[in-house]
């Protein structure tokens, strides 16, 4: 074990480290946990590290403590190495400048920022809406509110105006910061539009904090809409942390389950910081100087815990890209890696296999040596797209982690430790220290034992996990603690081979994961039978060979449309008014009846089963109203394949 002089975090060297860690974890969480929280800088220490209940659910760590997250991301590493970069941004175009942040210069804008946020009236406990373009200040934003005591909330900048307001209104947000617009690709999207759309909606936002990225057009509302550089002249670079308690809300993001609204995930303080940091340190081998890479955007958790906050609370360099992989040419990911010399890459299986299909073309002439470790996260790596990787990205030397996690989470849970745990492609390996798994069947009971396989559950609490659903409490526990109770239900199924090695094998609820996003199929469905032409539909997942999992519909409708065509393109632009670009059907059947049981129940099982092609043995719909709908479905769904 090396101890960091900066910040003292422990990082485990050899897989025999790792095993007597995770042996600590379990036989004295407490003693192991606060041997990691040891490390920050905390105000007042906790006086208590753990307490917990399952069924209630409640759960609280290093509770009594005092600190601020924002204070141990920068004011922490100030003295030692406050002119290395925290931050480099790339931009979109790679013939704009990119931009270097070093600590002293991050903590500069944090600090005026925390002054704007409390100018602007924002007080502890508040909740500041961000959606804003991949850009430092998106971070500056988030950072900010951590340091003055309020819960972000951030949204993915690809969301609808009507995604954008449920999802201020749901979290109550009195600000909303955004930018006047990006760039991604070739594609122009006016955020302050949308924001301007949202706000009509939003009764509750009082002021709009805009940041001029682009220089586009865009109207601003006196008394209401305020220029970020503006702002920020007149504010002191001076800005003492608020003083937090352990437990005190961090940020709210939302997230789609199997039913209902997406939710807003709460997490708090003082455990995940302490998670994300530990998880960030020990998956990823992180060595200092290193230039660390994480292609997500921040509006998504892997954005918060490993763009943000992870490296940061390590005094890490972390890059933040605003493009996307295939502008302005397919190479885009390995000419960054090149310029930035970057170490750790982090990204996702829907994105090495948008680039596999350009072959190995794209990496000729590009210095990748820099590059010592590999990441995957947000859906199943599939075994080719594993090796493709392995094989061209990593010069088949840089070890893969393939690190299972969630929202819910907080960070990483299941992953090799880069370097030291054996690989097996598409395993996700072993639980880190402190994650008691516990793969149950149908019935709750545990499976154990290797050679397994069942509904993935957690059985003991760690310091990342999320507290509550924000305004619903009864939500948390039915979703997550009422299926088996005393176990937190994760909503994956997984295997445990032979060596003990987990493979998840993707949800068991009517969730699906399109690019790595994840979407209620409910949601989509609701989105869709919104459209005047529609009278009911059911969503359902199939796979697809570049985004993992497609949206298949089927649709019934109510009057004629004017053609299959018109109706397809009606109901997609609809979804994307609703939702957002991402949750567009892939394919739309339409369909005279669906197939429902007496109780009214639509057996998704069947048509998932249609869609993926498999209808050798659709199992037993004597149960259905109708059986007979069933080879309408089947022989409609051949006509649209
Ligand atoms: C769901 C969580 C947390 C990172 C981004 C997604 C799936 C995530 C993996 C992986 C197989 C994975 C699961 C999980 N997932 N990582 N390495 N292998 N599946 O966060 O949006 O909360 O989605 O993504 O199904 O439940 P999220």
Excluded at 434 to 447: F, H, W
Excluded at 460 to 479: C, I, Q, S
Excluded at 563 to 588: M, N, Q
Aim: hydrophobic letters at 35%.
């Amino acid at each position: 074990m090396t101890l960091d002089l900066t910040t003292m975090l422990p990082q485990l060297k050899s897989f025999d480290e790792y095993q007597a860690a995770y042996q600590e974890s379990v036989s004295n969480p407490e003693a192991f946990w606060a041997g990691i929280a040891d490390s920050f800088k905390w105000h007042k220490p906790w006086d208590k590290v753990l307490s917990w209940d399952f069924n209630t659910p409640e759960v609280s760590w290093f509770s009594g403590a005092r600190l601020n997250i924002s204070e141990n991301c920068i004011d922490r590493h100030l003295e030692d190495r406050g002119d290395q970069i925290a931050i480099i941004w790339e931009p979109n175009n790679p013939q704009d400048k990119y931009r270097n942040l070093t600590y002293r210069e991050l903590s500069k804008l944090v600090n005026q920022f925390s002054n704007v946020l409390e100018q602007q009236g924002v007080k502890k406990g508040d909740r500041v809406c961000i959606y804003m373009p991949m850009i430092p200040e998106a971070a500056v934003a988030m950072l900010a509110c951590a340091r003055i005591g309020a819960i972000h909330s951030v949204v993915f900048a690809g969301f609808s105006s009507q995604s954008l307001a449920d999802r201020i209104n749901d979290a109550d947000c009195s600000l909303l910061i955004t930018a006047d617009g990006m760039i991604r690709g070739e594609k122009k999207i006016d955020l302050k539009q949308i924001a301007d759309e949202a706000m009509e909606k939003s009764p509750g936002i009082r002021s709009c904090i805009v940041y001029n990225h682009k220089g586009f057009a865009m109207n601003m509302q006196p008394g209401r809409d305020f220029d970020w550089n503006t702002l920020m002249e007149g504010a002191s670079a001076v800005h003492q942390p608020a003083s937090m308690e352990s437990e005190d809300p961090l940020f709210i993001l939302y997230t789609s389950g199997s039913t209902g609204k997406p939710k807003g995930v709460l997490h708090t303080t003082a455990g995940y910081m302490v998670y994300s940091a530990y998880t960030f340190k020990n998956v990823f081998q992180y060595q200092d100087k290193e230039v660390f890479c994480c292609t997500a955007d921040i509006g998504w958790v892997t954005g918060h815990s490993y763009i943000v906050y992870g490296p940061l609370l390590n005094g890490a360099t972390t890059l933040m890209f605003e493009g996307i992989p295939s502008y302005p040419d397919p190479g885009r990911f390995w000419s960054l890696i090149e310029k930035h010399k970057v170490a750790i890459f982090y990204t996702a299986p829907t994105a090495i296999r948008s680039l596999e299909v350009f072959g190995t073309e794209p990496f000729e002439g590009k210095d990748l040596s820099s590059l010592k470790v590999l990441g995957s996260v947000g859906e199943p790596i599939n075994e080719e797209a594993w090796h493709w990787y392995h094989e061209n990205a990593g010069r088949g030397e840089c070890p893969i982690v393939d690190t299972w996690w969630q929202t819910e989470t907080g960070g990483i849970m299941i992953s090799p430790l880069a370097g030291i745990t054996k690989l097996k492609p598409a395993f996700a390996t072993l639980p880190l220290p402190g994650v008691q798994l516990a793969i149950v069947d149908e019935k709750g009971t545990e499976i154990e034992g290797n050679g397994v396989e069942g509904n993935l559950c957690i059985k003991f609490p760690w310091p990342g996990m999320a507290r509550t659903v924000y305004g619903d409490h009864e939500r948390f526990k039915l979703n997550y603690f009422s299926t088996y109770p005393g176990k937190y239900f994760t909503g994956d199924g997984c295997k445990r081979d032979e060596d003990g090695y987990i493979r998840i094998t993707g949800r068991v609820d009517d969730v699906i994961n399109v690019s790595g996003h994840r979407i209620g199929t409910g949601e989509v469905e609701d989105a869709i039978n919104e459209h005047g032409y529609v009278i009911e539909s059911a969503v359902v997942g199939y796979p697809h060979d570049i985004k993992g999992q497609g949206i298949w519909a089927f649709v019934i409708c109510d009057r004629e449309h004017h053609s299959y065509e018109e109706l397809c393109a009606e109901v997609k632009s609809h979804v994307t008014g609703i939702i957002g670009p991402f949750a567009r059907p892939d394919r739309i059947q339409v369909v005279k009846a669906l197939p429902k049981t007496r109780s009214g129940k639509i057996m998704r099982r069947i048509l998932r089963k249609i869609a993926e092609g498999d209808t050798s043995n659709l199992g037993d719909t004597s149960t259905l109203i109708d059986p007979t709908v069933v080879d309408a479905i089947k022989q409609g769904a051949e006509e649209i394949r």
